[in-house]
Every structure is written in structure tokens, then in C-alpha cells.
């Protein structure tokens, strides 16, 4: 099995074991069991599978064997844990909530990666491109935080003609730009590498920018996992971005408080 269909396979099966979790019954503690059980499938498939690789995860201490490691695993069990565990209105339960597996190799950064979305059956891989449509005629489709969308945004709202599309995950929204649902992703408000690992690695698969947000290449398995912020667009569109963003940084207090994903604690 190639590193590309391995990560897509882990994120596949910690979708469903997940959703079978969530089977299970919906008490209180769910959030918590669906990080603990994805967790536990992805460590028990990786030692299996990759023996030899490190492992960075949210969901396990990081013993920092990793930083001398030359292929470490970056996954997020269960990234959307908030959505995972509610339900819309009518009883039906969300779905924009992912799983993360994603492999760097020393030397190369990124080398494959895949981003499940098992409430709709879908995982995007590495190794199998997603042809994005045309883009549209409008404004500038920005996908936000579903309930707390950064001081940034708002920002951007007021210098371009924008269309904000909610939603949970930071997975997710990276999914909508790599299916053409949205047109960008801005996040300027904290994020680690297991937040952005799997999902920079399928859009710059897809032929897409995937940067910090003044422009500077993302890094991953650096000291600290925290890499807090991140812009994915298309390329064509990536210069009219950085220069919107550096405008609305500039109109954002700068003693703003930042503002986490829809499931950070």
C-alpha cells in the first residue's frame, strides 16, 4: 500500500469507527469517546502500517521522537469535535466535521495526506484530484467559522465584495475551496499543524495555494505544532487575497483577541 492510499484508508476507517461511535448512543461524554476511539484505531493501524514512522497527533502526547524522526504521521482524530456531537433542528446530525492523516518526509514537507468527511461519504486523497468547476461570477465566497468567525474576516467583509459560507471544521472548509463550494479559506485566529496538515496537503495536491497568511510557506514538524494561521485559494487569485488580508490586518485592533475553530476548547 503506497503512503497515499494508507492515508486515505486510516482516514476512512477512523471516519467509520466514529460513526459508529456515534451509533452508539448520544450521552454527554460523546465528544470526548469519538476523539478517544479514532484516536486508538489510528495509533493501533499506523504501528501496524508504518512501524517505524513518528506519529504527531492531537490526541496523544508528543514525546518529541518526531523531531528526529524522517517520516512522522500528522493526523487529527476527530477535527470538528463540536459538530461531530450535534444535531441540526430536525434531529439529523451534522456533517461538517473530518478526519486528518497526513505523512511529512524530512526534506520534502508534505508528501501525502488525505481528509475524510464521513457524514457525507467522502475522503479526498493525494493521489486522486479533485476537478474543481469553473469559478462563478460574484463575489468572493469566503468559507468562516460557523459561529465565531475571526476579527480577519470581518475585516475582509468590509474592503471586497465577500460572501461568507459557515461551516465547522477547519477540514471542511478546506474542503469546500479543493471542490469549488468556496472560493477561499483566511484563518487567522490559531490553529496547530494536525488542523491544517491533511487538508494543505490534498489542496496543493489539487493545484491550489496553500500559504500563511502574509505568504510565507507553511512548515510542519517544527518544535512547537502551533502554526496559527493559513490562507488556500487558487493560485490565480492568491496575490488579490495576500493583499486584502494585509489591508484588513491592518484594521483589526491589534490587542483583538484571536479566535479559535468552532471545536477548539
Same mark, same amino acid.
Given at each position: 500500500?503506497?503512503?497515499?492510499?494508507?492515508?486515505?484508508?486510516?482516514?476512512?476507517?477512523?471516519? *467509520?469507527?466514529?460513526?459508529?461511535?456515534?451509533d452508539r448512543g448520544d450521552t454527554a461524554d460523546l465528544r470526548a469517546r469519538g476523539d478517544r476511539v479514532a484516536q486508538a484505531y489510528l495509533a493501533r493501524e499506523l504501528t501496524r502500517a508504518r512501524p517505524h514512522d513518528a506519529v504527531l497527533s492531537e490526541e496523544a502526547a508528543d514525546d518529541g521522537a518526531r523531531l528526529s524522526a524522517d517520516r512522522v504521521w500528522v493526523v487529527d482524530p476527530l477535527d470538528g469535535t463540536r459538530e461531530y456531537a450535534e444535531r441540526h433542528d430536525d434531529g439529523s446530525w451534522r456533517d461538517d466535521w473530518a478526519v486528518h492523516v497526513a505523512l511529512w518526509q524530512r526534506g520534502r514537507g508534505l508528501?501525502?495526506?488525505?481528509?475524510?468527511? $464521513?457524514? *457525507?461519504? +467522502?475522503?479526498?486523497? +493525494? !493521489?486522486? *484530484?479533485?476537478?474543481r468547476p469553473a469559478r462563478r461570477p460574484g463575489?468572493?465566497?469566503?468559507?468562516?467559522?460557523?459561529?465565531? $468567525? $475571526?476579527?480577519?474576516? !470581518?475585516?475582509?467583509?468590509?474592503?471586497? !465584495?465577500?460572501?461568507?459560507?459557515?461551516?465547522?471544521?477547519?477540514?471542511?472548509?478546506?474542503?469546500?475551496?479543493?471542490?469549488?463550494? +468556496?472560493? %477561499?479559506?483566511?484563518?487567522?485566529?490559531?490553529?496547530?499543524?494536525? !488542523?491544517?496538515? %491533511?487538508?494543505? %496537503?490534498? %489542496? +496543493?495536491?489539487?493545484?491550489?495555494?496553500?500559504?500563511?497568511?502574509?505568504?510565507?510557506a507553511l512548515e510542519y514538524n517544527r518544535r512547537s505544532p502551533w502554526l496559527p494561521d493559513l490562507l488556500v485559494c487558487?493560485?490565480?487569485?492568491?496575490?488579490?487575497?495576500?493583499?486584502?488580508?494585509? *489591508?484588513?490586518?491592518?484594521l483589526v485592533a491589534p490587542d483583538a483577541p484571536p479566535t479559535r475553530e468552532d471545536d477548539a476548547p
Amino acid at each position: 500500500m503506497t503512503d497515499h492510499e494508507l492515508a486515505a484508508a486510516l482516514a476512512q476507517g477512523a471516519g *467509520r469507527v466514529l460513526l459508529a461511535e456515534r451509533d452508539r448512543g448520544d450521552t454527554a461524554d460523546l465528544r470526548a469517546r469519538g476523539d478517544r476511539v479514532a484516536q486508538a484505531y489510528l495509533a493501533r493501524e499506523l504501528t501496524r502500517a508504518r512501524p517505524h514512522d513518528a506519529v504527531l497527533s492531537e490526541e496523544a502526547a508528543d514525546d518529541g521522537a518526531r523531531l528526529s524522526a524522517d517520516r512522522v504521521w500528522v493526523v487529527d482524530p476527530l477535527d470538528g469535535t463540536r459538530e461531530y456531537a450535534e444535531r441540526h433542528d430536525d434531529g439529523s446530525w451534522r456533517d461538517d466535521w473530518a478526519v486528518h492523516v497526513a505523512l511529512w518526509q524530512r526534506g520534502r514537507g508534505l508528501v501525502a495526506g488525505a481528509v475524510a468527511l $464521513p457524514g *457525507r461519504g +467522502t475522503v479526498l486523497r +493525494t !493521489d486522486a *484530484r479533485v476537478e474543481r468547476p469553473a469559478r462563478r461570477p460574484g463575489p468572493l465566497r469566503l468559507a468562516v467559522s460557523r459561529s465565531r $468567525p $475571526p476579527a480577519l474576516v !470581518d475585516a475582509l467583509a468590509t474592503l471586497a !465584495d465577500v460572501e461568507l459560507v459557515p461551516m465547522g471544521s477547519a477540514g471542511v472548509k478546506v474542503a469546500s475551496v479543493v471542490t469549488g463550494r +468556496t472560493d %477561499a479559506y483566511v484563518h487567522a485566529g490559531g490553529q496547530y499543524e494536525w !488542523d491544517s496538515a %491533511a487538508p494543505v %496537503a490534498v %489542496a +496543493t495536491a489539487a493545484g491550489l495555494h496553500c500559504s500563511r497568511v502574509d505568504g510565507a510557506a507553511l512548515e510542519y514538524n517544527r518544535r512547537s505544532p502551533w502554526l496559527p494561521d493559513l490562507l488556500v485559494c487558487e493560485p490565480e487569485r492568491a496575490d488579490e487575497l495576500l493583499g486584502l488580508v494585509a *489591508r484588513a490586518q491592518a484594521l483589526v485592533a491589534p490587542d483583538a483577541p484571536p479566535t479559535r475553530e468552532d471545536d477548539a476548547p
